[in-house]
Each structure stands twice: as C-alpha cells, then as structure tokens.
C-alpha cells in the first residue's frame, strides 16, 4: 500500500477508535482495494475519495420512550446511519438487538454501500435500529416500541430518500407496525418507504427468500467457476433465521444435503439431512429453539454452544454457510473446517468471518464468497419491491426470482472480472471489494465535493 492509503487507514483509526466492528470493515475493504487506489492514487487524493468514503454523510441518533405491560415506562436508544447517497436513496435494514450500538451499525452500514453497489441498481447505503430487544416482548410491547421508534425516524425517510427494512429482529411483523405508524403520521400511503412489507399491503413476493436463495445463486456461480457444483455436496448452516432457513431451501432443492444448523444456544446435526418443515414449525411459528429439533428427529443429536465456539463449525462438511451474525467464523473455526476438508465458505450473513479466519480460508484453498456480493439477494429483492411500489405493480414469484437470479449471476461475474483485472484470480473478497468501490469513487467525483 501507498502513503495515501496508509494515512487514511491511520486517520480513520484515531477518529474511531472505540468502534472496533468499523475499523474491521473498513480496513478489509482498504487493505484489498489497494492495487485499484494504488493505480488511481493522485486522482483518488485531489478528491479525497477514501478521506469521504470511510465518514458517513450523517448519523441520526435519538431516544425511544416506551411503556410495558407492566405498566412502566422504558427508554432505548435508537440509530439510523445514512451513510451514502452516491447512487440512490439511502437503503439498509433496523436491527433490534441488545448488542445494537455506534460501531455496529456504522460497519452495516459502510458494508451496505458497497453491497448495493454490486447489485446495478440506484440504491445507496444506510443501515439503523436499537438496543431494544424483541426476544421475550409481548405483540403489544413490539407494536408500541415500534410505535414510538417510528414517530422519531419518520423525519429522517422518505420513498427518495431513505428507505429502511428488516435485519434481525425486524421481520414482517415489526415493519407492519413500523409502516402503520409512519401511513398514521404522514397521511399519506408512500409504499416504497419500507420493504419487507407484506404482501397485502404492497410487499414483494420472494422477499423473504431473497437473501437466502442469493447466496445459493452465487455459490452455484462461485462453484460452477471451478468445475464443481452443489448437487451432492455436504452443507452446513450457522442461524435459522431468515437467512439460514431459505439458503437451507434452496441448498436442498439444488441437491445438496443440509446436515446442521443452530441458533445462539448451540447446533442440531441430523446426518440424515434437515428437515426444513420442522426447523420452519419451531422459528417461524412457535417461535422456539433450535433445540426443539430433536421432539421431532430423535436420531439427530443437539450440541449446546459453549463460550464463544459455534459448534456448527465443529461438524464435517464441503460448504459452509455462516448465516448468523458478525464475527462468528473465527480462526480457529477456519482452521477446524480446513482440517475437515471444506471446499467453500458464503457468508450469508454480514461480515460472518474474522480477517483472520478469511485470510486463512484462501491461504488453504477454500472459496471464499464475500458478505457483500453473496449477501446482497435480500436488498436486491428490496429494490424490486420498491419499484413494483412506485409502478402499483405486483410481479409473480417465478418473476422476482428470476430478477434475483441474474442480479446474483452478474454480481458474481463483476467480483471475478475485478479480481482477474489486478491479477488477483479467485480472490472474490478483493473482487467484490474493488468492483464496488470503483463504483462509488467514480460516482463521488462526478458529484464533486459534497
């Protein structure tokens, strides 16, 4: 790396330096954009390119009054993060989680602008939420939690301006109320300003698949690049949310055999292959544990999670799918699934992988399928939701997944063409890393400094 890159690198680390999620992101997407900024390095400098990209255009940030069934009144804090208008209106999900803070929902949103980016359609990148947790909450302390969370963020979207959706914690029951109260609030029906809706009221059909069946449509990709494909291959899954239960669906009707997948209190390992009616009973419906599992399987066998090991990892497996969170595949993971002879990680979920944990995958040989490209079905489908909004147009099924399909397919395509450019073949992180961001500094010095 050039001086250029080293002082950003160095600047952005003083500026935030008690956001470590940030400073990992953002020193993935730099160190492997290098052979780009090094070749561009005195246009990129006169504009102060890398200086605007790693500082958001704005973060909003605002507390949440609400009262329980108890009775009492509760105060979180709420989050939306509009991190880049390069190449549309800010676009990215609200996460409700206890761990929810600054340096988190700063590193969403950075790897946000860089998904959308890949995706070829006119989305920028946002990301928000809270510390409040849903886990355990009645419909009623979620409706007005929502309620109040809205009557706040209502100011800061718009259907050309800002247009969250779900992430965890946030499904389709959470964004009806969220959507009801803003309608409530600006008297007026804006569909496009929240996707992941429901159908009834202007929802797309294949959203809540989109993130799932992506990742499988750019593993096929990834795979079919090397000769090899799905079908008889041996896969585990880490979550059994959204994500994790439709790349789960698609994986098995590709021909792959599904074995494992968990939730935050540890694994299910049914060597026979999951039984995805089952998992869907215990996460969609009952709202269970993964646990729950084996009332239905008794042969399969539940290993509890202890400290922070994902014991997903631990189990044998050709490809493998972290679906749950930041962070969870570390190096010793990494390092546990190249002794079991793993051929291919996609992360489904983002920023799933440490830095180390990835380095040592693609020092070893194994694909690595980058968050930001292989993840990018779900805000995908969330722009095509947005324009069957602005048309008062339904697609079909079969037509968004379709639409979905070729998005992943040429995504995969602009991550390889990338990597081969700087002589850096089958690198699919650097890829996806640099055909992004090429992307957006373009984009940023057409607009001048703003």
Known sequence: MKEYLNNVLELTTKRNSTEPEFLQAVHE??????????????????????????????????RVPWINDKGEVVVNRGYRIQYSSLIGPYKGGLRFHPSVNLSILKFLAFEQIFKNALTG??????????????????????????????????????QDVDVPAGDIGVGGREIGYLFGQYKRIRNAYEGGVLTGKDIVYGGSLARKEATGYGLMFFMREMLGAHNTCIMGKTVTISGSGNVATYACEKAQAMGAKVVAMSDSNGAIYDENGIDLDCVKEIKEVKRGRIKEYLECHKDAKYIEKTGSENPVWTIKTDIALPCATQNELILEDAQTLVKNGVIAVGEGANMPCSEEATKYLQENG???????????????????????????????????????DCIMTNIFKSCQEASDEFGLKDDYVAGANIAAFKKLADAMIAQGVV
């Open 121 to 158: 359609l006119p989305i920028g990148g946002g990301k928000g939420g809270s510390d409040f947790d849903p886990k355990g909450k009645s419909d009623d302390e979620i409706m007005k939690f929502c309620q109040s969370f809205m009557t706040e963020l209502y100011r800061h979207i718009g």
């Open 29 to 62: 997407v730099l160190t492997t954009i290098s052979p780009l900024v090094d070749a561009n390095e005195e246009r990129y400098k006169k504009w102060a390119v890398l200086e605007r990209m790693t500082e958001p255009e704005r973060i909003v940030m605002f």
């Open 366 to 404: 194994v694909l690595v399928a980058p968050a930001k490209a292989a993840n990018a079905g779900g805000v995908a489908t969330s722009a095509i939701e947005m324009s069957q909004n602005s048309m008062r147009y339904y697609h079909t099924f079969d037509e968004v997944e379709q639409k979905l």
